[in-house]
């Protein structure tokens, strides 16, 4: 399990130096530069633009500016955004927990809800449940999160006033933020209601962000089960006059699994991506936003270090993912 | 509970927690961004300006609210020296800045704030000029203030002068700019010694009808009514700025009461909006203008009747039409119609294809090919450029001339249309600053901005000589009929088609009361009354 560890943290390292490559020369392959999109139609000078350039440290030789930026990367320093002027560490920090809790949500809703609904399915194959439930997965896999969103909101906040429309809680609760997580600063905030408040903000942005998911897990899950089901041990245990809720729920299911917690783990970025597109829509200030702002205003140190951070993060859930086959099915060792 | 009933207990709930006052009253503004921070000067978004300068702090002068008149503010007179080289303004005593849970100040407002606010963006050595990484004065530089301001000096507690390097008279209006916030030197001395110069971006005090509470990145900005502000407490007594980007959920937010006054309609939404009971919808003419730029200096574009025969070709009703969705009104002049010297008595160029063709013919005009710049952003003055591009294209086949649509990226399109060998003519506009002409004519045609901002890469001497004129003289009715003969000169020489100045709307709750309209686009809460 250990030689497993450190072969998968070695594994890290490469795909790190990668990323910062990437982070750093996608935004500068894309057009014009950050001096000029702050000029707008004003324009700038050429000198003025120079010296810009300059104060930035944009004048630099590329290679000297991707040192600089890898190695105060390697310390922790993003550098400062040049659009707030804050630094880039703290602007995602301050945004992070809220993408990382609907992001929890929009899993665990997808996981409690696409689990037993493959499972369901897979144990009636060619039913019409079965087609209902796999159309309907298909029908949310292919559903454009933008107007998914407007619909929803246009239907239970607008029509039928039932949630709120946009927002993590309420303007009526004002506390300031402990952790991050709003879930959990409500209820620290000791303020009556505020709780419920926040949970009934997440519920439209967590079904919209886990609906993709919802459909992939869903569809692995059936997957995943007929396959488990039609194996040897599986007739065995049916044989032996073990109840169907058992045979499904605990022999076949915990196989069936492995593939599934795969497809999760690889869903963290797909949630990431849809993020963007979510939290635009529901005035969600998360790092999917920022991230859409930093690149079209061409802020390459928040670019760099936020894609940089999203990576990370996508690597440990995946490292994490590895770890976890190990718990849920005893055959698999990280041995050699 | 219906929603009002669940927005009432909400807002009273708010109001009640935020002041303590059991009758208090919060307005809450959908704003469509988050501000980049709080110190207005170096930034030149006006998203910021609306969280930052304009709650927050008062400059010398102001603009009347609902027009571009210059008014006292901060200064309640001024003096300009016969040379036009010295403005002495006498400040307003008694000006209190505002008291935070982290400043509380221990005097008024004087003239060290003053030289304080313009001294760090004028000194390159100022201990402020670079008090985060990477700051730049984007307006300031932008105003060409460095080459105009030669110094700010305090006479007095309450007297202060600045010194000009030449004669300039758009100079009160700059004054009136965002830029030009005041900010307490007094505040700025205590950050310094704390070693905590960053804050004075991210937790602002100034003089304005406002004072700042919390920011919730990109979620909320909080306001609380400045209680000794020296024109009068706020008739509300909070301010919540909810940021929300998607105009479609800023439209459902106030419809569904979530709040009060949400900018920046979608056209299609507007009559959805008129038609909801519960809320009013206010529309003003933008302080902007969209035009078609030719390149003057190539040919056969540097030739007047070939630019105005064009010109009688682009049917401007169906641009207004396709484009603005009703949002626009057509344009005859390079400045809007709100602004002061706008020419009305100048007739607009007909559509008239026919003549247009035989002006072309006339002109030795036959199988013209151009090519036509399209943005590939949407601007208030521009809602949809490609659209505009591909209606002037069809406008254009009729009179013969073939047009090929080009595009680039914002950045490079700005960039690349500034080329004095600009090939093809291109579509931008431009939205005030100031409300003063110069602001328009100066930077857009003025020989000058050749180059640069003149897009036309127009310049000719009869315009040049009315509009520097103009910038020497301080009286308004000599300046208003200059920039009217300008104006003349420029319709004459047609160096643009202009297209349209956009309606801008300003949907809210019946609820407000005391709204007034900007025309420079920015969005002002003093004075404004909430029903109970």
Redesign the interface.
């Known amino acids: 399990m250990f030689q497993f560890l450190i072969r998968r943290i070695g594994l890290i390292i490469p795909t790190f130096i990668g990323v910062t490559i990437a982070a750093f020369a996608f935004i500068r392959v894309?057009?014009?530069?950050p001096v000029?999109?702050?000029?707008?139609?004003?324009?700038?000078?050429p000198e003025?633009h120079a010296a810009?350039m300059k104060?930035?440290g944009f004048d630099r030789p590329i290679y000297e500016q991707y040192f600089d930026y890898f190695f105060s990367a390697l310390g922790g320093d993003l550098g400062?955004s040049?659009?707030?002027?804050?630094p880039v560490w703290d602007?995602f920090f301050?945004?992070f927990p809220a993408t990382l809790e609907l992001s929890v949500c929009a899993i665990i809703f997808a996981v409690l809800v696409g689990v037993p609904a493959g499972i369901f399915a897979a144990t009636r194959r060619g039913s019409w449940p079965d087609q209902t439930i796999m159309g309907t997965a298909l029908v949310g896999y292919s559903m454009p999160i933008f107007w998914w969103g407007?619909l929803l909101?246009?239907l239970f906040?607008?029509t039928l006033?039932w949630t709120?429309?946009?927002?993590?809680i309420?303007?009526?609760?004002?506390f300031?933020?402990v952790t991050g997580f709003m879930l959990i600063d409500s209820l620290l905030s000791g303020?009556k209601g505020a709780f419920s408040s926040a949970l009934s903000h997440l519920i439209l942005p967590t079904i919209v962000l886990g609906t993709i998911p919802l459909a992939v897990v869903a569809r692995q899950t059936r997957s995943a089960m007929l396959e488990v089901l039609s194996e040897d041990y599986v007739r065995t245990a049916r044989a032996k006059g073990l109840s169907p809720v058992r045979v499904v729920g605990v022999h076949a299911l915990r196989n069936a699994m492995i593939p599934v917690i795969t497809t999760i783990g690889l869903q963290v970025g797909v949630l990431l991506a849809g993020a963007i597109l979510t939290e635009?829509?529901?005035?969600w200030?998360?790092i999917g936003?920022?991230m859409v702002?930093s690149i079209f205003r061409?802020d390459y140190p928040s670019v760099q270090g936020g894609l940089l951070m999203i990576a990370v993060i996508v690597m440990t859930v995946n490292l994490i993912v590895d770890l976890l086959y190990g718990l849920v099915n005893p055959r698999i060792r990280h041995t050699r | 509970m219906?929603?009002s009933k669940?927005l009432v207990?909400?807002?009273l709930?708010?109001t009640m927690?935020?002041s303590g006052a059991a009758h208090s009253k919060?307005l809450?503004y959908c704003s469509e961004g988050?501000p980049?921070?709080f110190d207005p000067a170096?930034f030149?978004a006006g998203t910021t300006f609306d969280a930052s300068s304009k709650p927050l702090y008062n400059r010398l002068v102001e603009f009347k609210r609902g027009t571009s008149e210059v008014i006292p503010g901060l200064a309640e007179s001024w003096a300009v020296s016969s040379d036009g080289l010295e403005y002495t303004f006498k400040l307003r005593a008694g000006v209190k800045f505002q008291s935070t849970d982290f400043f509380t100040p221990s005097r008024d407002f004087n003239a060290d704030d003053v030289v304080f606010s313009f001294e760090r963006q004028l000194k390159k050595d100022h201990a402020w000029n670079q008090y985060?990484?990477?700051?730049?004065w984007?307006y300031f530089?932008?105003m060409s203030m460095p080459d105009l301001l030669k110094s700010v000096e305090k006479v007095d507690d309450l007297t202060v002068k600045f010194v000009l390097n030449r004669p300039e008279a758009p100079m009160i209006a700059n004054l009136a700019m965002d830029f030009a916030s005041i900010l307490s030197a007094e505040y700025a001395a205590k950050l310094e010694a704390d070693g905590k110069k960053?804050l004075l971006?991210?937790q602002p005090i100034g003089t304005g009808p406002f004072k700042f509470v919390?920011y919730?990145?990109?979620?909320?900005i909080?306001y609380a009514a400045h209680e000794g502000y020296w024109a009068g407490k706020q008739p509300i007594d909070d301010l919540?700025f909810?940021?929300?980007?998607?105009a479609?959920?800023r439209q459902?937010?106030l419809?569904?009461g979530?709040c009060h006054v949400a900018p920046y309609p979608n056209p299609a939404d507007l009559e959805d909006l008129k038609a909801d009971a519960n809320l009013q919808v206010m529309e003003q003419e933008g302080l902007n203008v969209g035009y078609l730029a030719y390149n003057s200096l190539v040919a056969p574009f540097d030739k007047a009747e070939v630019r105005k025969a064009l010109n009688m070709a682009i049917n401007k009703q169906s641009i207004l039409d396709a484009v603005f969705q009703g949002a626009g009104k057509a344009a005859k002049n390079p400045i809007p119609p709100t602004m002061w010297s706008y020419n009305n008595a100048i007739n607009d160029d007909p559509y008239d294809p026919d003549a247009a063709k035989k002006m072309l013919e006339a002109a030795g005009v036959k199988d013209l090919k151009m090519k036509v710049w399209a943005m590939p952003v949407q601007r208030p003055y521009n809602p949809n450029a490609r659209r505009m591009a591909e209606l002037i294209q069809s406008d254009f086949s009729k009179i013969g001339v073939g047009v090929e649509i080009v595009s680039?990226?914002?950045?490079?399109y700005?960039?690349l249309s500034?080329a004095k060998d600009r090939d093809g003519a291109v579509l931008?506009?431009?939205?005030g600053d100031n409300g003063d002409p110069d602001n328009f004519l100066a930077?857009l045609l003025g020989c000058d901005a050749v180059g640069?901002?003149n897009r036309a890469q127009w310049c000719n001497k009869e315009f040049e000589d009315l509009i520097q004129k103009a910038k020497t003289v301080s009286d308004k009715a000599e300046r208003t009929k200059l920039y009217e003969d300008a104006q003349v000169v420029f319709k004459r020489e047609a160096p643009w088609a202009t297209i349209a100045h956009s309606v801008v709307f300003m949907p809210m709750s019946k609820k407000v009361s005391g709204y007034v309209m900007d025309p420079l686009g920015g969005h002002w809460f003093d004075g404004v009354d909430l029903a109970e």
Do not use: H
């Open positions: 894309l057009p014009g530069d000029l999109l702050m000029a707008g139609e004003r324009g700038v000078t003025r810009l104060q930035f400062n040049l659009v707030t002027k804050k602007e301050t945004l407007l909101i246009i906040s607008g006033g709120p429309v946009s927002g993590r309420s303007l009526l609760y004002f300031k933020p303020q635009t829509i529901f005035s200030p998360g936003k920022w702002d061409r | 219906t929603k669940l207990a909400t807002l709930g708010a927690l935020a919060t809450v988050s980049e921070g170096p030149t985060t990484a990477g700051i730049a984007e530089d932008g960053e971006n991210q919390a919730q990145k990109d979620a909320v909080r919540v909810a940021i929300t980007t998607d479609s959920v459902q937010k419809k569904a979530e680039y990226e914002w950045g490079e700005l960039k500034k931008l506009g431009w939205t930077v640069g901002s």
